[in-house]
């Protein structure tokens, strides 16, 4: 995990932003605040999360309450 952390940090500038992005947060954020905050589009956010970069990142399921 500490390479993977590395190689993050010297990544590409998404990549180092989404990493800041979620070291930060206080609660989870999906692909699309990721894409959102980044300025980046969401399919992009969401292939990066799918390659090696992703392995970094846990997912889970949405908690979305409607309130």
Same mark, same amino acid.
């Given at each position: 995990? /500490?390479?993977? %952390?590395? !190689?993050?940090?010297?990544g #590409? +500038?998404?990549e180092?932003?989404?990493?800041?992005?979620?070291?930060? =947060?206080? &609660? &989870?954020?999906? $692909?699309?605040? %990721? =894409?959102? %905050? $980044? !300025? @980046?589009? @969401?399919?992009?956010?969401?292939? !990066? %999360?799918? $390659?090696?970069? &992703? !392995?970094?990142? =846990? #997912?889970? /399921?949405?908690? +979305? #309450?409607? #309130?």
């Amino acid at each position: 995990m /500490a390479d993977e %952390l590395k !190689r993050l940090l010297r990544g #590409t +500038a998404t990549e180092q932003d989404t990493l800041g992005l979620v070291a930060v =947060a206080t &609660g &989870g954020l999906s $692909t699309g605040d %990721l =894409a959102h %905050l $980044t !300025r @980046e589009p @969401e399919w992009e956010i969401s292939d !990066r %999360l799918r $390659t090696v970069t &992703g !392995r970094s990142f =846990a #997912t889970r /399921a949405s908690q +979305a #309450t409607g #309130t």
